[in-house]
T-cell receptor
């Protein structure tokens, strides 16, 4: 009964490839997020969707494209992967007006 | 823009002792939420405790409590009776409201070591 599930948990790929990370939540939340955690453990928001509408789009390269087919799913597609994209990517969800996020377990992306 | 600062990159505590992790933030908003998250080696982000800015009473959750000083913009986490399982990265987070949704701004984290 995982609340926020991300797949895959680990992803190793070569530079220049295109890859996707999927996220699904079964909490009935209406807002979903992608965060990036770099090698120094710093967490920074990338995108947020509220009821399938893009709400937050931070300064992220155009190679990153989120897609939300419905409010329970938020996927992240990355084109032309670069070494600097190596990080842990966290999906999270929340309910508008409520307190905290529920995080997925993260996807460790390694670009070689 | 809001910022969150955790000035202690690493802290150590003896098992069963008490430790306090510091967090300060900067904001011009009057209403907001503050959180502490724990990230053990499993990398799962686990909510430890939250504080609503309009509540003067400090939040507590079992062995975890906060010292919220709104005027000083300070939000420290106290862990009592530390246990080996408390060893983790601890992140302080500020929740802002941007365009109708809720964006977290995280501090840089404090690594807590618990010594047996």
């Amino acid at each position: 009964d995982t609340a926020v599930s991300q797949t895959p948990k680990y992803l190793v790929t070569q530079m220049g490839n295109d890859k996707s990370i999927k996220c699904e939540q079964n909490l009935g939340h209406d807002t979903m997020y992608w965060y990036k955690q770099d090698s120094k453990k710093f967490l920074k928001i990338m995108f947020s969707y509220n009821n399938k509408e893009l709400i937050i789009n931070e300064t992220v390269p155009n190679r990153f494209s989120p897609k939300s087919p419905d409010k329970a799913h938020l996927n992240l597609h990355i084109n032309s992967l670069e070494l600097g994209d190596s990080a842990v990517y966290f999906c999270a969800s929340s309910l508008t007006g409520a307190g905290g996020y529920t995080f997925g377990s993260g996807t460790r992306l390694t670009v070689v | 823009a809001q910022t969150v600062t955790q000035s202690q990159p690493e802290m150590s505590v003896q098992e069963a002792e008490t430790v306090t992790l510091s967090c300060t933030y900067d904001t011009s908003e009057s209403d907001y939420y503050l959180f502490w998250y724990k990230q053990p080696p499993s990398r799962q982000m686990i909510l430890v405790i939250r504080q609503e800015a309009y509540k003067q009473q400090n939040a507590t959750e079992n062995r975890f409590s906060v010292n919220f000083q709104k005027a000083a913009k300070s939000f420290s986490l106290k862990i009592s009776d530390s246990q080996l399982g408390d060893a983790a990265m601890y992140f302080c987070a500020y929740r802002t409201v941007t365009s109708g949704t809720y964006k977290y701004i995280f501090g840089t984290g404090t690594r807590l070591k618990v010594l047996a």
